[in-house]
């Protein structure tokens, strides 16, 4: 493992997970006041998590926020340990027996199922697999998604719904410059779907998705916004002063609602539905929802994308929290029912589960940062091994570990061979492709 | 577009906003904070965050508003970012229900 030289640090601590809550506690530990250094665990090559793999491509301000990352990134007392995963490349008890604390930001990375008839059909997908596969998550690469379909169907009414139904509802024109994995690019700009649905079972004013992002469907070159027919929305609330977000919310359904459409695709929004089938012999031909009067409606389709939440991934030797789908921890500590597992902590959406904005990780990074440091004066667990004993034996079990200085080389490499199409970067959407291009 | 902090910042400090900011743009000065325009990447989370509701995006601002998209331009760049969250300024709560909030 290359890296800085080691400056004496009073705590070491491990942070798993290089999305934007990783990155955040780790700010908040170094600027706790105490020397703290952290090695941050990343399982892929690459670091920053949802920005790099969930933040629309047509989005790219919002990826900004990578220069925050990397300005943390150069602290003294700061490693990237890329290209281990935690779990299977080195275990959480291994990294407590190095380090005074380890903090877990492994985000929130399972789709959760509509567990309905016909959900495993072909054609029925995680509208997470979908995001993924488009902003090239090596996971993912090898996903095929048939959009010779007429009609789409997008179960959900929160932000990532609308970004499945906005990167479906755009010409490849309007994605070309944008860092959107090729392979995606080429399959969309085939695209025969004409009709999306987003579907979902509360009404307008329960809406998750942001009015931000409803705003998008005003200016589509190709696609019009319109309300499910039966359906119209809510009568915009005029009396809603406290309220501006949800007031504009729903006065853009309302506009919707009134627009004459006259582009060649459709994007209907649809309320009061809630899933009871996918129907097909073989494949989605349709999807049946119970309205709130209790009727079935049938909506033909040969897609659907469920967008009902996601999940943390269990971790060996980490308590579960079933219910809330997260480490099982205490405002941060995490615990096996009221009893506090010592120096391991959560933070970010493996912590409170998946919502909020990027920024909302800040301030949850912050008070887990608090807790480490209150613990590590408090009652600080001496470490049995150290460090850079675990990543030398780490590095006997994988071949090549990354830093940040090779994150680096491929980030640059990245750029090359987007300026080249156009793009702000193409991502390398294969591992060694990414270790080929730091020369590993 | 940016965010922009308007007038009911004004005679409470609750810095919320600062916690959440991912891109550490807020700016303060003894009356209030502002956005950096340049450095707002958009994400929305100050807003909902605001215990007064000050802030708004940008399009969103009613007519007689507009003028804080260049009060908080030009006080973004005379005064320093602030990074962390302040002790709120005393009367804050009364001010906070004296709005409504």
Redesign the interface.
């Known amino acids: 493992m290359t890296g800085p030289d080691r400056v004496a640090s009073d705590f070491r601590v491990a942070v798993v997970g290089s999305g934007?809550s990783g990155f955040?506690v780790t700010e908040a530990l170094f600027?706790s006041g105490a020397t703290v250094a952290v090695d941050m665990f990343e399982r892929l090559p690459v670091p920053f998590g949802l920005v790099r793999f969930g933040v629309a491509p047509d989005h790219p301000?919002?990826?900004?926020?990578t220069?925050?990352f990397d300005r943390i990134a150069t602290a003294p007392r700061f490693r990237f340990v890329g290209n281990v995963a935690v779990g299977r490349d080195v275990t959480v008890d291994e990294l407590r027996h190095s380090y005074d604390a380890v903090v877990l930001a492994t985000g929130a990375d399972v789709s959760r199922s509509l567990d309905i008839p016909g959900q495993s059909l072909p054609g029925s997908h995680h509208a997470g697999d979908f995001v993924a596969w488009y902003n090239g998550h090596p996971d993912c690469r090898e996903l095929r998604f048939d959009l010779g379909h007429e009609a789409a169907v997008i179960v959900g009414h929160g932000n990532v719904a609308l970004d499945v139904a906005r990167i479906l509802a755009k010409t490849a024109d309007e994605l070309r410059q944008t860092d959107i994995a090729n392979h995606a690019l080429e399959v969309l700009a085939e695209s025969r779907i004409r009709e999306i649905h987003v579907v979902g079972r509360g009404q307008p004013a329960q809406a998750k998705f942001?009015a931000?992002e409803l705003r998008d469907f005003l200016d589509l070159r190709a696609c019009d916004a319109s309300i499910g027919e039966g359906l119209p929305p809510d009568e915009p609330d005029r009396d809603n002063?406290?309220d501006?977000?949800l007031a504009?919310k729903l006065a853009l359904l309302g506009a919707f609602s009134r627009h004459a459409a006259t582009k060649p695709r459709r994007c209907h929004f649809r309320f009061g539905l809630s899933p009871l089938a996918i129907q097909g012999r073989g494949c989605v031909e349709a999807m049946s929802f119970t309205s709130e009067s209790g009727a079935v409606q049938d909506i033909p389709c040969g897609l659907v994308f469920s967008s009902i939440g996601r999940r943390t991934s269990p971790l060996a030797g980490v308590p579960y929290d079933e219910h809330r789908g997260v480490h099982a921890n205490i405002e941060g500590r995490v615990a096996n029912g009221h009893s506090v597992v010592d120096g391991l902590y959560a933070c970010g959406w493996s912590k409170r589960g998946p919502s909020?904005?990027?920024?909302?990780?800040?301030?949850c990074g912050?008070a887990t940062a608090e807790a480490v440091i209150a613990d590590l004066h408090t009652r600080r667990r001496p470490p049995a091994g150290d460090p850079d004993a675990l990543l030398t034996r780490i590095s006997n079990r994988v071949p090549h570990l990354v830093s940040y200085g090779d994150w680096a080389a491929i980030d640059a490499a990245e750029k090359r061979r987007g300026a080249a199409l156009g793009k702000p970067r193409e991502k390398f959407v294969m591992v060694p492709d990414m270790l080929a291009a730091i020369g590993a | 577009m940016t965010y922009v902090v308007t007038d009911n910042c004004r005679g409470c400090r609750f810095t919320e906003c600062v916690t959440v900011c991912p891109v550490e743009c807020f700016h303060l000065d003894a009356t209030m904070t502002y956005i950096d325009p340049e450095n707002c990447i958009d994400c929305g989370g100050c807003a909902p965050a605001c215990p007064v509701g000050a802030i708004e995006p940008d399009y969103r601002l009613a007519a007689d508003k507009k003028f804080w998209i260049d009060v908080n331009r030009k006080r973004a760049a005379e005064t320093p970012v602030i990074s962390a969250r302040l002790p709120p300024l005393p009367g804050a709560d009364e001010r906070r229900q004296a709005l409504g909030r």
């Open positions: 934007p955040y600027r301000k919002l990826k900004q926020v220069v925050t942001s931000k002063p406290n501006p977000e504009e909020g904005t990027i920024g909302t990780n800040r301030g912050i």
